[in-house]
Structure formats: structure tokens, C-alpha cells
């Protein structure tokens, strides 16, 4: 049986252990309006670094609507600390906010089971989408 289960609220993003690219922590309510893009990713991950170019170029071309945030959860010990990661943004290139999601708090709230998983979230802030993988 098939059924319809409606929109569903997107989780906020809770459990950063640090923010980086961004003065102050990021909320899924302060984004309202525009259409959300989260990206669990990490810096150990190729098919990770293989998604950064075309985030960069989704960044320039709907800049107005559009607002990615990176929720980082390394899965080695290293990766997770946030002077490495920190380092390894400047590295890549990487401008967008990104949570340090050391604890994977955001990981499991949003049941992410691969890297990468995108999640898109419509300006109400309802979840429209996500891959895996």
C-alpha cells in the first residue's frame, strides 16, 4: 500500500562542536526563504572533494535563492578536529558555512548513511529531497 506521508519539517541543525566560514551558527530558521542545500561530507572522502566544484558553481549561479551548508562529519578521529578541518576548507576551497559535526549529532538526526548525502529543504523549511552516496 502506498501511502502519502506529507511534508516533513526539516531537523535543525543542532550538536556542532564549531562553526567555520560563518560568524556565528547557522539555523535552518534563519534560512527561511531560500532553498537550503546541506552537504554531509568528508575532507577524506573523493567522492566528497568530487562534489565541492559543483557546489561552488550552483553558489555563483543562484546565489539569491540558494544558501549551502556543510555539515562535516570526518570519519576518522583526525578528520573530526576542527583546526584540521579548518585547514583542509582553506585548502579546498571551500567558502560556504560548514559545522564541525564531531559527535555526528546532524548525521543521525538527518539518518545520513553515506558520504556524501545531499539534502535539499524548500524555503518553508520542509525536506524535498535527499541522496546518498
Same mark, same amino acid.
Given at each position: 500500500? =502506498? ?11 543542532? +550538536? %556542532? ?5 560563518? !560568524?556565528?551558527?547557522?539555523? &535552518?530558521?534563519? &534560512? ?6 546541506? =552537504?554531509?561530507?568528508?575532507? +577524506? ?14 553558489? %555563483?549561479?543562484? @546565489? ?12 576518522? @578521529? %583526525?578528520?573530526? *578536529? ?7 576548507? =582553506?585548502?579546498?576551497? #571551500?567558502?560556504? !558555512? ?7 549529532? @546532524?548525521?543521525? @538526526?538527518?539518518?545520513?548513511? +553515506?558520504?556524501?548525502?545531499?539534502? &535539499? ?6 525536506? #524535498?529531497? *535527499?541522496?546518498?552516496?
Amino acid at each position: 500500500m =502506498d501511502h502519502e506521508l506529507g511534508p516533513v519539517r526539516a531537523p535543525e541543525l543542532d +550538536g %556542532a562542536v564549531a562553526w567555520l566560514n560563518t !560568524p556565528a551558527p547557522i539555523t &535552518l530558521a534563519h &534560512l527561511r526563504g531560500k532553498v537550503v542545500l546541506l =552537504d554531509f561530507w568528508t575532507y +577524506g572522502c573523493i567522492n566528497c572533494l568530487h562534489v565541492l566544484p559543483e557546489l561552488r558553481a550552483l553558489e %555563483a549561479r543562484f @546565489a539569491d535563492v540558494l544558501a549551502i551548508v556543510g555539515i562535516h562529519s570526518g570519519k576518522f @578521529a %583526525a578528520e573530526r *578536529q576542527t583546526p584540521r578541518l579548518a585547514r583542509a576548507l =582553506d585548502r579546498l576551497g #571551500v567558502a560556504h !558555512p560548514v559545522l564541525n559535526d564531531r559527535q555526528f549529532r @546532524a548525521w543521525r @538526526a538527518w539518518a545520513a548513511r +553515506g558520504w556524501p548525502t545531499l539534502a &535539499l529543504v524548500d524555503p518553508r523549511g520542509y525536506v #524535498v529531497g *535527499q541522496v546518498m552516496g
